[in-house]
Nanobody, 121 residues
Framework: HVQLEESGGGLVQAGGSLRLSCAAS????????MGWYRQAPGKQRELVAA???????NYTDSVKGRFTISRDNAKNTVYLQMNSLKPEDTAVYYC???????????????WGQGTQVTVSS
């Protein structure tokens, strides 16, 4: 089993910055992709950014050029640097991790508890 601990959310004015962190612990022997999702009130949860164990990062169009995802494999931690924040970025942000397993289903999904990001205009 894997536990995810998120930190870094809060209230910021438009144009400001925040950095989210998500540390994985427990059975973290084979972490594949790590990423961040968000869910605004009345909306579906959407992928914000993802970073695989190898390969290119992926961003939703609305955050390209403003957000940067990175990971520290030695610390089993994924980060989301959010710059030039806009009120429409307001949402609960969830950390997501895919962990590989030696048996089917070959991969499990784990979610953080969510951290609120509020951007005031």
């Amino acid at each position: 089993h894997v536990q995810l601990e998120e930190s870094g959310g809060g209230l910021v004015q438009a144009g400001g910055s925040l950095r989210l962190s998500c540390a994985a612990s427990g059975s973290v022997f084979n972490i594949n992709a790590m990423g961040w999702y968000r869910q605004a009130p009345g909306k579906q949860r959407e992928l914000v950014a993802a970073i695989p164990s190898a390969g290119s990062t992926n961003y939703t169009d609305s955050v390209k050029g403003r957000f940067t995802i990175s990971r520290d494999n030695a610390k089993n931690t994924v980060y989301l640097q959010m710059n030039s924040l806009k009120p429409e970025d307001t949402a609960v942000y969830y950390c997501h991790v895919k962990v590989g397993t030696p048996l089917p289903p070959w991969e499990y999904d784990y979610w953080g508890q969510g951290t609120q990001v509020t951007v005031s205009s």
